[in-house]
Structures are given as structure tokens and as C-alpha cells.
């Protein structure tokens, strides 16, 4: 299995919302617990896995609050057109690199699920702003 999640931090512009918030708490376990859950049910094999984390696909991940949607998202990363050129993927055909890039977008809802369930506990614990509710008061 891969390692755990290590967080590529970007350069943070004045509309990513909440971006280190997210981080802490893909650290503090959202990560871990989602892939665990995606782990159950994902058609990737070891061979696949061990592919996707050579290729840094795992920590390409990134979550982010919307404002515009004012929702929590995510982009999943995708194996490059350029695969058939790359050692890595040489020997895989289009339908498994469709199936792995299925199963990556599978990972990012597994583990979005989850940090919209730590976003509300901590919306009920704190006044972060997260959810709905509070995220609309909030005077920008």
C-alpha cells in the first residue's frame, strides 16, 4: 500500500478558502480514514496501486473550499496521455488507465465524503465557518 498522504502545498491565492484548515485535517486522519473506506472497494490490484503511487498520483490530490459553489471539492489527478511513452504504464492498455482514473476520481469522493464529515464537527465544535450555515454569514 502507499504511504500515508503527504499534503504538496501550492501557492495560495486570496480565493482558496480554508486551504490550510483542509491540510490539518487531511493529516489529523480525513485521508487515512477515506482511503482506508476506498481500499474495501476499489478494482485496482497491488499492481495498479504500486503504479499510481510511483506516478505521485496519491499526493497530486487536492481539496479546496469553493466560494463560488460554497462547497467543499476536489480535483483528482489523471494518468498523463503521454502513458504508453512512460516506463511505469507501458504495460498497461486504455481501459486499465480509464479504470485507474475511475477509481482515482472513487479515492477523492471516498476521502471528500469524509473531510465534509470532520468539517461539520468541527462547524458544531468551533466557529470555523465551515457547512452551509456559518460559511454564508461570513462577511468576505
Aim: proline share 2%; hydrophobic share 30%.
Amino acid at each position: 500500500m502507499p504511504r500515508e498522504f503527504e499534503w504538496q502545498e501550492e501557492t495560495l491565492g486570496s480565493e482558496d478558502f480554508y486551504r490550510e484548515d483542509i491540510e490539518d485535517l487531511l493529516q489529523e486522519g480525513a485521508w487515512k480514514e477515506g482511503f482506508n473506506e476506498w481500499t474495501e472497494y476499489t478494482n485496482l490490484d497491488e499492481e495498479h496501486v504500486r503504479i499510481v503511487s510511483d506516478l505521485g498520483l496519491f499526493q497530486a490530490f487536492d481539496f479546496y473550499w469553493d466560494p463560488t459553489e460554497d462547497r467543499l471539492r476536489f480535483d483528482a489527478p489523471m494518468i498523463s496521455d503521454d502513458w504508453r511513452e512512460r516506463n511505469a504504464t507501458e504495460s498497461l492498455d486504455s481501459s486499465t488507465v480509464s479504470m485507474i482514473d475511475g477509481e482515482l476520481d472513487d479515492l477523492g469522493r471516498a476521502v471528500q465524503e469524509v473531510l465534509e464529515g470532520y468539517l461539520e464537527r468541527n462547524d458544531e465544535a468551533s466557529d470555523y465557518g465551515w457547512g452551509e450555515e456559518t460559511y454564508s454569514k461570513r462577511e468576505e
